[in-house]
């Protein structure tokens, strides 16, 4: 792997677990103004070393670890830069079942945004899909029970990483469905917690939602140090903008669709290397910086020009 591509991959990263996380931001800006600046202080500094090194660093690692068991911990973290042939044999023999349950779990998540969440209408159609969200649970059973039919016709494992996606993706929406309503109890003096509960709260939901940031970077690389770069460095800009810009970011009405967008593509890139198909190092940065460029782009012009 050459300069470039590292760059690529770890400014793609960082632009995706940027864009992905804009939910999280705000959630995060929410609840920290209900709580003491000393507890603000704490969140924001200490918390994000817990974002990056807790979540965003064990998480891949572990990953990639059981999904090669036979190589060990320590391989697991430097499988991409090994020059040790069983090594890079046992990665590739079981990249293709991480790669399709990751690239299942995106999917779903992109057509649950599509089909059920309110949404700023970014492209024609969005809003007769949202108009007929009861069909989302149909359409998601299709395309699982066409994937499954087909991983299986190829190996039996990477159908089972396909289920393992989709137990994933409802596990951890059941996760977000709870952190929306706590949040709005906190918001409204229901919840009634103290600091401690608020940041330790706030970290839990911080580690739900870096669950589609995490396996969303499988489809740029498999290497866990790039992985923990790239997806640091967007932890960082989050937490500016949780700082700062949080009211600025809420104006860039179509971000969250390129967010959305760019998980679509990035799971069908890792549906499809899954079945051996080869994507270029630099295929999925440059969706990504396209996908969020082109909303981004549109975000503007409607700040410029409102409807």
């Known amino acids: 792997m050459d300069i470039l591509s590292m ?33 603000r202080r704490w969140f924001l500094i200490y918390g994000l070393l817990i974002a990056v090194f807790v979540v965003r660093a064990l998480l891949p690692w572990f990953i990639v670890w059981m999904a090669t068991p036979g190589i ?9 830069f090994s020059n040790d042939p069983e090594v890079k044999g046992a990665v590739e023999r079981s990249a293709p079942v991480l790669l399709m349950g990751g690239g299942v779990f995106l999917v ?18 969005e809003s007769f899909f949202y108009a007929h969200g009861v069909w989302f649970y149909a359409v998601v059973s299709i395309i ?8 299986m016709a190829k190996n039996d494992k ?14 951890t929406q059941a996760f977000k ?33 870096s669950i589609d940031g995490v396996l969303g970077a499988f489809a740029f690389t498999l290497s866990v140090p790039l992985i923990l770069l790239g997806n640091g460095l967007g932890a960082f800009v989050v937490r500016e903008f949780t700082m700062r810009n949080i009211d600025r970011i809420k104006k860039y009405l179509y971000l969250k669709n390129g967010a959305m967008y760019s998980i679509f593509f990035l799971g069908l890139i890792m549906v499809a290397e899954s079945f051996g198909h080869e994507v270029p190092s630099w295929g999925s940065p440059l969706v ?10 549109k975000s ?3 700040m410029v020009n409102p409807a």
């Open 7 to 39: 760059f690529l991959i770890v400014s793609g990263l960082c632009l995706f677990e940027t864009i992905s996380s804009i939910d999280n931001a705000i959630i995060n800006a929410e609840v920290l103004s209900t709580m003491s600046p000393r507890a």
């Open 72 to 80: 060990g911990p320590l391989a697991a973290l430097t499988a991409a």
């Open 108 to 125: 779903l998540l992109f057509f649950h945004w599509l089909f059920l969440e309110e949404k700023n209408y970014g492209l024609w159609g």
């Open 144 to 151: 699982l029970a066409i994937l499954i039919w087909a991983a």
């Open 158 to 171: 990477i159908a089972f990483g396909a289920v393992v996606g989709a137990t994933a993706f409802v596990i």
């Open 177 to 209: 469905m709870n952190a929306e309503d706590s949040e709005r109890n906190l918001l409204d003096g229901k919840g009634n917690l103290s600091d401690i509960s608020k940041v330790l709260y706030l970290e839990v939901i911080d580690a739900t939602f």
């Open 288 to 297: 990504t910086f396209g996908i969020v460029g082109y909303f981004f782009i």
């Open 300 to 302: 503007k012009r409607a």
